[in-house]
Nanobody, 129 residues
Framework: QVQLVESGGGLVQPGGSLRLSCVAS????????MGWFRQAPGKEREGISCISSTDNTYYAESTKGRFTVSRDNAKNTVYLQMNNLEPEDTAVYYC???????????????????????WGQGTLVTVSP
């Protein structure tokens, strides 16, 4: 059974930092490009960052310079380090391998070489004073 489990969300003040983790099971993690997506209240889910199986990365303009994606294949885990958080970053954050609704940058920078298309259950990040 393929499963992605996110953790690390929470409440943080503007300017603060959080590190999200996503642990994968049931798939050959090293062969998968991994993506981070988020969905703010009342908005559609958007792809914000990805990392390919060869460690190439992509960032949406809204996160560039503040967020860093990384992976540890030995732990089947992908991370998203988020610094200088802003209230506009408040959202449920998901990791996933489904590029169907992802921005074109995902396909060009992080071509999906894995077979399974799946999502985690999400972790809530709230940025508020």
């Amino acid at each position: 059974q393929v499963q992605l489990v996110e953790s690390g969300g929470g409440l943080v003040q503007p300017g603060g930092s959080l590190r999200l983790s996503c642990v994968a099971s049931g798939l050959n993690f090293e062969y998968y490009a991994m993506g981070w997506f988020r969905q703010a209240p009342g908005k559609e889910r958007e792809g914000i960052s990805c990392i390919s199986s060869t460690d190439n990365t992509y960032y949406a303009e809204s996160t560039k310079g503040r967020f860093t994606v990384s992976r540890d294949n030995a732990k089947n885990t992908v991370y998203l380090q988020m610094n200088n958080l802003e209230p506009e970053d408040t959202a449920v954050y998901y990791c996933g391998t489904d590029w169907g609704s992802a921005p074109s940058g995902f396909r060009s920078s992080c071509p999906q070489t894995g077979y399974h298309e799946t999502w985690g259950q999400g972790t809530l990040v709230t940025v508020s004073p």
